[in-house]
Each structure stands twice: as C-alpha cells, then as structure tokens.
C-alpha cells in the first residue's frame, strides 16, 4: 500500500503542475527522457518532454484562466518497481484521459512515458 500511496503523491504533484503550468513542478516528477503520445481531435502527436514542457511554459495554465480543478486518479496498478496510472484530466476544452508509466528510481516514482487522448463529451440529453 506504500507504493501506491507513493504513486499517487507522484500523480498529485503531476496533476497540480499540469494545473498551475508549472514547468518546473512538472520537471520533477517525468523522467528527462520521458515520452508524450496522443490523439487530440483526431490527430496524431509526439513530443519529448523538452517539447512538451515548452508547450505548458507558453500557454495559458488552466489556472490562471480561472477553469475548477478536477483532475483525479482512476486507477493506478503497481508491480514491484513499475507502475500504470488512468488520470482525467479535463482543462483547456478538452476531455483528456492520460495513462501514464511510472517507475521507481533512486526511491522516487517518475512518469517515463504519458499516453493521453481527448474524448469527446456526450451531448446533454434534453427532457
């Protein structure tokens, strides 16, 4: 039960970095070397994390755009020194759902690879 709370401190300081834009909170917690994955809207994309970091530094943080923060953990699996983390992370008009790799390094757990796509949000049924 350790790790997993070890993770999931991991993912909360993830989380709050994706918020606030904090790149180097972020830093922190994703290998120098990780890898980003998606499909936004039907397109594909890549970026090292130096890419990616660069990204979150030049827009506007859901934070400071006054958006609630309603990331949360779903599910996180450990085995031994990896771990598989379901996050939701909807932000910026977006329904992102991100899978993150962790592994356990030096003591620390760190993201090394984070898949995420938009899903599209149902339409509102009207009564």
Same mark, same amino acid.
């Given at each position: ?9 991991? +993912?909360?300081? &993830?989380?709050?970095? %994706? =918020? ?7 830093? !922190? ?9 998606? @499909? +936004?809207?039907?397109?594909? &994309?890549?970026? $090292?994390?130096? @890419? /990616?970091?660069?990204? %979150? ?5 859901? @934070? ?8 949360? $953990? +779903?599910?996180? @699996? %450990? !085995? ?9 992370? $909807?932000?910026?008009? =977006?329904? /992102? /759902?991100? /899978? ?10 760190? +993201?090394?690879?984070?898949?995420? !796509?938009?899903?599209?949000?149902? $339409?509102?049924?009207?009564?």
């Amino acid at each position: 039960m350790q790790d997993h709370q070890a993770v999931l401190m991991a +993912i909360s300081e &993830y989380c709050k970095g %994706v =918020f606030s834009g904090e790149v180097d909170r972020l830093r !922190t917690v994703f290998h120098p070397r990780a890898a980003l994955f998606a @499909e +936004i809207r039907g397109e594909a &994309y890549y970026k $090292p994390l130096d @890419e /990616y970091l660069n990204v %979150v530094a030049h827009r506007k943080s859901p @934070e400071a755009l006054g958006e609630s923060f309603l990331m949360k $953990p +779903i599910s996180v @699996e %450990v !085995t031994h020194n990896m771990a598989f983390a379901k996050v939701h992370c $909807p932000m910026l008009g =977006f329904n /992102y /759902y991100d /899978y993150l790799s962790l592994v356990r390094q030096e003591g620390r757990w760190i +993201i090394v690879n984070k898949l995420f !796509t938009d899903v599209p949000l149902a $339409p509102a049924a009207h009564a």
